[in-house]
């Protein structure tokens, strides 16, 4: 339809200067008013027709634009989630989310740009058609026309080239300004203890500084542009006006052919200088989409991720209505995990890792444990100990750079993606909830879910008495990262969602946040509730916690220094004994 109302409506516009010279050219003529007012309802009829055409053109060109839009940040998203969490670890929150919102954004403002009538596909097929009609009118004055598309294609072919360095630092600097300003705005009360406005402002105008160069850049190659783009429409006027008084004067072309080249000649500035600018929203338009692809091209994803996350509906109807298999990856199996962490244990055996960030410092070095099924085993450490890594291994966030880590006698990366998180749960140190609901928060990750269930969990983890005190219960929101909350409460949110997905295997990093002697008693007590029948794996910094573990694991330097009970290890005067008497774990009883 969009196709169909373009022709149309191109073809109004180059049979607009014809009538317009005919119509001039019966009153030269002083021929029978009958012929100029058919001539003039002709008109009147392209008029009508041609502003209606152009409604439904834009209509449906906007609408595929949005439609290839929607599905560009649809599958943007999916890659993103698809990403490695190294990709995460190396790029800004602020950087992804402009990537996915402004650059794509671009792709739209092109389309809607460029669907008036002096840009895009219509302006390129008015100045071909305009050159086209004018040689069949009169082959003298075609050439003319010609040599203004020619030198228009010049002046373009110069403007990109001044203009693409310009381009990319100018994006480059609006990307360093947006990271500055989350950046800053997110850490506005450390910005505010440390009285660091000066530095951040002083930051902030560099970016600024950069940006306003880039732009200035982009002044003078448009200020070049338009004058060379005006130079070369003057000179194709006067050439046609000289030509074509020369024709009409020597009987060679009649007037009215000379009114319709000077309409079309107009119609070809419009169209021309509309093609300039098609031409640096494209531009603009393949930088961004090319930004985004690199970004994504920098590390490959997660096959594990790209496996459970298939393309949506856009892909049968790129391939035909063809549907897509997705097989196991090579070495998966169609393996219950729940099943198995139910009756196996969990094994490091002989695992060394180091962060992809930081290929040179080895983090776990030969790293050997065994975590038994349904006990409760602690690690313990000093800070920066390795103890987060054997959760993050476990977690499958990352995979070992050696060794292995098993189910019973399968490795990990044996299981799908999708059953191993069916049997794994953890709950972090400081508890991560959603811009939305209490309901949402706790059912997150456990589709379909109702509100028995939901309640249920909650009262487990002594989060429903509080909850049913708030004005709107279950749908209260909890603000921008859970914000609305106290501390307490985020807390027993969070194991409440753990004890609702109900995973066999729970990794806990105990919170050591400020809590007040009530507050800590009630989620001392959910986390006794979560661990009951669990196979656990606890970094601990309670000594309540570790002493009530079955199995007391010290970690030091990436590797594993003491092992017990914690009797045992007191009586050992090793590590674990320095850190109980230094007070480094926390001697709260509760």
Same mark, same amino acid.
Request: charged share 20%.
């Given at each position: 339809?969009a196709?169909?109302?373009l022709?149309?409506c191109?073809?109004?516009?180059l049979?607009?200067p014809?009538?317009s ?14 012929? +100029?007012?058919?001539?003039l309802v ?15 053109y ?8 949005e ?7 649809r ?7 698809m ?16 990537m ?5 954004e671009?792709l739209r403002?092109?389309?809607f ?17 305009? !050159?086209c009609?004018?040689?069949?009118l009169?082959?003298?004055? @075609?050439?003319?026309l010609?040599? !203004?598309?020619?030198?228009t ?6 403007y ?6 310009? #381009? ?19 850490q506005?009360?450390?910005?505010r ?11 902030f105008?560099? +970016?600024?500084?950069?940006? +306003? #160069?880039?732009?200035?850049g ?7 542009l338009?004058s060379l783009?005006? @130079?070369?429409?003057? /000179?194709?006027?006067?050439a ?7 024709l !009409? ?5 009649p ?7 000077i309409?079309?000649?107009f ?10 600018q098609?031409?640096?929203d ?6 961004? !989409?090319r930004?985004?692809?690199? *970004?994504f091209?920098?590390i490959a994803v997660?096959?594990?991720m ?8 856009w892909?049968? $109807? ?7 298999s997705?097989? /196991? ?15 196996k244990d969990l ?8 962060y ?20 409760v085993?602690?690690?313990?450490g000093?800070?920066?100990a @390795?103890k987060? =890594?054997?959760?993050?291994?476990l977690?499958? *966030?990352?995979?070992?750079s050696?060794?292995? $880590?098993?189910?019973g006698?399968?490795? $990990? ?11 794994v =749960? ?16 706790i059912?997150?990750g ?5 509100r028995?269930?939901?309640? #249920? ?32 409460q ?15 295997v ?7 946040s ?13 986390i006794?509730?979560?661990?009951e ?11 309540? =916690? ?5 199995q ?9 220094i ?6 045992? *290890?007191v ?9 109980v008497?230094?007070?480094s /774990?926390? /001697?709260?009883?509760?």
């Open positions: 339809v196709t169909i109302c022709l149309l191109v073809g109004s516009n049979a607009s014809v009538l010279g005919m119509l001039f050219e019966t009153l030269v003529r002083q021929a029978p008013f009958s012929s +100029y007012r058919s001539l002709g008109m009147m009829g392209l008029y009508v027709l041609e502003p209606l055409l152009s409604r439904v834009v209509i449906h060109l906007c609408s595929i634009g439609k290839v839009q929607a599905t560009l940040r599958e943007a998203f999916r890659v993103l989630l990403q490695r969490i190294i990709f995460f670890d190396q790029h800004r929150p602020s950087e992804l989310t402009n996915l919102s402004k650059d794509l671009a403002s092109f389309v740009n460029n669907s008036s009538r002096d840009r895009g596909f219509r302006a390129l097929l008015e100045a071909t058609g305009s !050159v009609v004018l040689f069949v009169s082959w003298r004055l @075609g050439p003319i010609a040599g !203004v598309i020619i030198a294609a010049c002046i373009a072919w110069l990109r080239r001044q203009s693409k360095k310009i #381009e990319r630092a100018s994006a480059e600097a609006q990307q360093r300004m947006a990271i500055a300003v989350d950046e800053t705005v997110s506005i009360r450390t910005v203890v440390f009285a660091g406005e000066s530095l951040e402002r002083e930051r105008g560099g +970016y600024v500084a950069d940006s +306003y #160069e880039a732009g200035m982009f002044a003078r190659a448009k200020a070049l338009e783009n005006r @130079g070369a429409i003057h /000179l194709s006027l006067l046609l006006y000289a030509l074509g008084g020369y !009409v004067n020597s009987g060679l072309m007037i009215g052919t000379l009114l319709s080249a309409g079309f000649t119609s070809l500035v419009f169209a021309t200088q509309g093609l300039l098609t031409w640096t494209m531009r603009q338009t393949r930088s961004s !989409v930004r985004v692809q690199d *970004l091209d920098e997660d096959p594990s790209a496996q459970a996350l298939p393309p949506g509906d892909w049968n $109807v790129a391939n035909g209505g063809k549907t897509s997705y097989d /196991l990856l090579e070495g998966e199996e169609e393996l219950d995990a729940v099943d198995a962490a139910e009756h094994v490091l055996e002989n695992v060394c890792f180091s992809p960030a930081r290929p040179d410092v080895q983090v776990l070095n030969n790293l050997s444990l065994t975590i038994p099924r349904g006990k085993t602690a690690l313990v000093r800070s920066g @390795g987060s =890594t054997v959760a993050a291994l977690e499958r *966030l990352y995979a070992p050696s060794g292995r $880590v098993l189910l006698d399968v490795k $990990v990366n044996q299981y799908t993606r999708k059953q191993w998180v069916r049997a =749960t953890a709950v972090t140190q400081e508890p991560v909830l959603f811009n939305g609901t209490i309901f949402d928060n059912a997150y456990v589709q379909g879910a109702s028995e269930d939901v309640e #249920e969990a909650a009262r487990a983890a002594y989060a429903h008495d509080f909850v049913m005190r708030l004005p709107e219960g279950y749908e209260t929101s909890v603000g921008e990262q859970g914000s609305l909350l106290s501390g307490g985020r807390q027993r949110i969070a194991l409440a969602r753990a004890l609702l997905k109900d995973s066999p729970l990794i806990l990093d105990e919170a050591t400020a809590l007040d002697s009530e507050s800590e008693s009630l989620v001392q007590k959910a006794d509730t979560l661990l029948g669990r196979t656990v794996l606890v970094i601990a910094h309670r000594l309540s =916690t570790v002493q009530a573990a079955d007391i694991v010290v970690v030091d330097n990436g590797e594993i003491e092992k017990g009970s914690h009797a045992e *290890l009586a050992g005067a090793g590590l674990y004994s320095k850190l008497s230094s007070q /774990l926390n /001697l709260s009883q509760t």
